[in-house]
């Protein structure tokens, strides 16, 4: 079935199991193979490539594809579920997990004593309240947070000629941070401050190296090693809770 002019749906079945792909022509050198979050399987290929190699190249690759996609679906089982803000709820700041305690209150207000998150408000079976009042904290947290690093990290590039950058904090699917050099903008995913905080130092040096070097090249993971050396350490940290969030 073909959906687009350059796009078709394949599929090959190994061990009376169906891999089901898309197969997109594009310009491009080598057979190109991705998994998706959703469990979708994505082969691009060069126009002049015959279905019959890139069925081969997917048959070839079974192993890997059922073994990636078994493992996307783990994560999804595991993701946590939505807050519903209700006592013994668990919320995740820079490494720590605080457990949420409810409280009637004359005024909405929330408060870390480091082992707690306590939530105030007037009506404790409002919902929206709870969930407005939780995320304004933890968006406060985030913005102090990624404030304060980057504003330790700067001055460590300051001396190369980098204006300090401005900073914008988002939700973002795949990745831990964005960086647009040329305008002097570092994007953070909300999603870090869940992480140790020296994690989100290390996606902030990452992204702050982008401004002396703009790919991953291994000048740049030089520079990166030069500047933060235990780099590789925090990513492997990092990389653990990846599996909750992207």
Sequence with gaps: MTMESNTEERAVVINSIPIQYL??????????LRIRRDGSVYVSASP???????????TEKAEFILSAVKGFQDMKR??????????????????????????????NEIYSD?????????????????????????????????????????????KYGVECPTLRIRNMETRWGTCLAQ???????????????????YVVMHEMC???????????????????????ERKEVLDKYARYWL
């Design 114 to 158: 480091g082992v707690f998150l306590h939530l105030q408000v007037k009506d404790t079976e409002n919902f929206a309240i709870k969930e407005r009042t939780v995320k304004k904290y933890l968006n406060q947290q985030c913005r102090e947070t990624f404030e304060e690093i980057t504003d330790q990290i700067y001055p460590l590039f300051k």
């Design 78 to 107: 595991f993701q946590p579920q939505p807050k519903q803000y209700l006592s013994g709820e668990s919320f995740t700041v820079l490494g720590h997990d605080l457990r949420l305690r409810v409280i009637q209150g004359e005024k």
């Design 23 to 32: 197969l997109e022509r594009k310009n491009v050198k080598n057979l190109n």
């Design 183 to 201: 305008k002097g903008i570092i994007t953070l995913n909300k999603c870090l401050l869940e992480a140790p905080r020296s994690c989100i130092e």
């Design 210 to 232: 982008h401004f002396i070097h703009a790919n991953h090249s291994k000048q740049f993971y030089d520079f990166l090693t030069m500047m933060m050396p235990d780099w590789k």
């Design 48 to 58: 002049d490539v015959s279905v019959e190699k890139t069925d081969q190249f997917v």
